[in-house]
């Protein structure tokens, strides 16, 4: 069974990089990964 991962607020950032597509389109692979989690803190971290 993969272990499950935390993703970073610098990965959701990514997500909406229109700078850096590269790493745009590997922050979503990460992001769409069953066993990814994202914890309240980086909810809140990107959210402000």
């Given amino acids: ?3 499950k991962f935390f993703l970073d607020s610098n990965v959701l950032i990514y ?3 229109e700078d850096e597509p590269e ?3 590997l922050a ?3 992001a769409q990964q069953p066993d990814a ?3 309240t803190q ?3 971290e ?3």
């Fill in 1 to 3: 069974m993969p272990a």
């Fill in 15 to 17: 997500l909406y990089s």
């Fill in 23 to 25: 790493k745009a389109t």
């Fill in 28 to 30: 979503l692979k990460c």
């Fill in 37 to 39: 989690w994202i914890s």
């Fill in 42 to 44: 980086v909810l809140n």
């Fill in 46 to 48: 990107v959210s402000q």
